[in-house]
């Protein structure tokens, strides 16, 4: 259960693609520390970095069988892919079955049942903010509707410089 080995068998995973190998490392990097932050056990920790890892894992899969990376088509595709590779480095079947959940749900915003979840949720959406040139109101529109840690916020906040009578 090594993450720097999840990562570096992600990162050949996408081989030839480093735009989506910088992404998943930096939601990796970001649900990392939200989470240290908001004082995640070690088990919530290592299952939320472990599915930061791989969020995005059937993104290959979804383009090859629907012509298409939307996120309903990612996370079909995604929890088989995930379950296979975590497999075959032996995680325990609770983290797998987490980490699957996790990854078939990354972009459904109204079932958020835990605060890994959310974690992953506020991590993903702080890269795609940036990476998709999202405009103010609509990083607003995310924060207020999504965003519920308190690190996440500040991250946010302070990534984007958005005011602090922004309220929620």
Do not use: W
Not at 108 to 123: F, H, P, S
Not at 126 to 142: G, W
């Amino acid at each position: 259960m090594d993450t720097d080995r999840l990562i570096q068998k992600m990162v050949v995973y996408y081989s030839g693609d480093p735009k989506r190998i910088q992404h998943f490392i930096k939601v990796h990097s970001f649900a990392s520390l939200i989470g240290k932050s908001e004082k995640l056990d070690g088990n919530m920790q290592f299952i939320l970095e472990t599915a930061a890892i791989v969020h995005d894992i059937g993104i290959k899969a979804a383009e090859m069988k629907y012509q298409s990376a939307n996120g309903k088509n990612q996370e079909s595709e995604g929890p088989p892919i995930a379950e296979k590779m975590l497999t075959e480095f032996c995680y325990p079947s609770d983290v797998i079955e987490r980490v699957c959940y996790l990854v078939g749900h990354h972009h459904t915003y109204n079932k958020i049942d835990g605060l890994d979840y959310q974690i992953l949720v506020e991590a993903d959406f702080l890269v795609n903010m940036y990476e998709d040139e999202m405009e103010a109101d609509a990083i607003h529109s995310v924060l207020h509707k999504i965003f519920r840690t308190e690190t996440g916020i500040k991250l946010c906040k302070t990534m984007f410089a958005l005011d602090d009578s922004f309220q929620m």
